[in-house]
Every structure is written in C-alpha cells, then in structure tokens.
C-alpha cells in the first residue's frame, strides 16, 4: 500500500523567505504526483502535477522536482508572501490518489 | 463557468438517520471521487466511479453508499451504519485515470 509522508507538519516564516515543502512515497511504480493547496475549509486547489516521466515542472514563483528512484518530490515557493499561508498537500497517482497529510504554512509579515 | 459543485455545504444529521451529500460536475469527466478529511489527516478514499453505472470502493467504503446514474452526477450517502461521519467531504473528478484531479468546494459534514 503506498504511504506518503510530508515534514515538516507546519512550518512558518517571515515574507520574502524561500519555502521549501517535502514529500516521500513509498512506492515509485507512479503515474504521476500533484501538489495542492487548500485554505481553511475550502476544497483543494491543484497547483502542479509532474508525470513520472518529468523531473520537474514550474508555474510562477513554484517549482516541484520529482525523483521516482528515492521517492521524493519537493516543492520550492520562491520569495514567500502572507497569501502563500495555507495547507499544501501532495498526493500521488498509482491509479488512485494517495494523499500526505500535510504542511501548513504561515508566511509572517 | 465549469466546474465541480458540492452541496450543501454544511450539514448537519442527527445519530440514526441517513443524509445525502451532492456532486456535480460540468467537466465532462469520467471519472467520479470521495474522499474524507479529518482534522491532521491526509484525504481518505471512500468510493469512486470510473464510468457510468458502475464504482468501486475506496480504503474507507464502510458505511457509505454512491450511485451513478448520470456522468455529471456522483451523490454520496452516508448511512447511519457510519459510526464517526462528522469530516470534511470532499468530491472530485478527473478526464482519465492517470490525469490532472480537480476538487469541488467540500461537504463539512457534523452529526449532532
């Protein structure tokens, strides 16, 4: 069954700061792996999805590496802001999502 | 505007009774999802649906019920067998299996 972990749980920072988020999976056989954010009580917002074929992918100030071999995928937020404060989320697709519990981030202005 | 609607968004059922939660989605997707969320805890797969008429249980299906009769329509019933339903119930969908998933709004589910 895979397992995914996210560390830190929470994490927080002043503005302007790099963030750098974590996930590990246990099993690399994946199709792909997407990162979300969810604001309190709201639904999940997709903000990147690499395919096991890529290394990484980027939108804006994010970038997600991935790197099947070791299980791990990262997630950079450049030059952190207070509306970057939120839950993100990675989840990987070996057919059905598997979800990490976690980072909640608080970005301090 | 598409999208994944869920509704209502909050919920409130006393112990016994049997309450149903709704998801639409004007996507044009295949593929159905519910998943459950708990305070701490990553998404929990309850049951989903690949094509019309017919779905699968997820890692949590005790306790739930789902139909899909329509593409756009995939509601999710949570029985009284259910012994802990207050969550957070979130719905999504996706054009295939192996693509880009999508979340509707959430469902906050609390049993009084």
């Known amino acids: 069954k895979q397992e995914v972990t996210q560390i830190p749980a929470a994490l927080s920072v002043p503005e302007g700061e790099n963030l750098v988020l974590n996930c590990s999976f246990t099993?690399?056989?994946?199709?792909?792996l997407q990162w979300f954010r969810q604001d309190p009580g709201k639904g999940l917002t997709s903000l990147l999805l690499?395919?096991?074929?890529?290394r990484e992918q980027t939108s804006g100030r994010l970038n997600a590496s991935l790197d099947k071999s070791s299980g791990r995928s990262t997630l950079y937020i450049a030059a952190s802001q207070p509306g970057d404060s939120a839950t993100y989320l990675c989840?990987?697709?070996?057919?059905?999502?598997?979800f990490g519990a976690g980072t909640t981030v608080t970005v301090r202005a | 505007d598409g999208g994944i609607t869920q509704s209502p968004k909050y919920l409130f059922r006393k112990e016994g009774q049997n309450v149903t939660l709704s998801c639409e989605q004007n996507?044009?997707?295949?593929?159905m999802y519910w998943y459950r969320q708990d305070p701490g805890q990553g998404l929990r797969l309850i049951y989903y649906?690949?094509?019309?008429?017919?779905?699968q249980k997820g890692d949590i299906a005790e306790g739930y019920s789902v139909s899909r009769e329509k593409k756009e329509s995939f509601p999710l019933t949570v029985t009284s067998a259910q012994k802990n339903p207050t969550a957070f119930y979130l719905c999504?969908?996706?054009?295939?299996?192996?693509?880009?998933?999508?979340f509707g709004p959430g469902t906050r589910l609390t049993v009084l």
């Open positions: 996507l044009n997707h295949d593929a």
């Open positions: 690499i395919q096991s074929s890529q």
């Open positions: 649906s690949q094509i019309v008429n017919d779905f």
């Open positions: 989840a990987v697709n070996d057919y059905k999502l598997s």
């Open positions: 999504a969908s996706i054009p295939d299996g192996i693509n880009e998933q999508f």
């Open positions: 099993d690399s056989a994946i199709y792909n």
